[in-house]
């Protein structure tokens, strides 16, 4: 029993970090979106 809960944290874990790490991918792509998006309209 100790084994299996010890392999869910150890899931949930995982899968926290990585839904972490695509938020974060996910922010930088939008906010370099949003940096080409302003400097259109700066110049345009």
């Keep these: ?3 299996s809960n010890s392999m869910l944290y ?4 995982y899968h926290e970090e990585l839904s972490i ?3 974060a991918s996910l ?8 940096n080409i ?3 259109q309209t700066l110049f345009w």
């Design 27 to 34: 922010w930088r792509y939008l906010d370099g979106f949003r």
């Design 21 to 23: 790490i695509l938020l």
């Design 10 to 13: 150890l899931k949930i874990l």
């Design 37 to 39: 998006w302003l400097w």
């Design 1 to 3: 029993m100790k084994t």
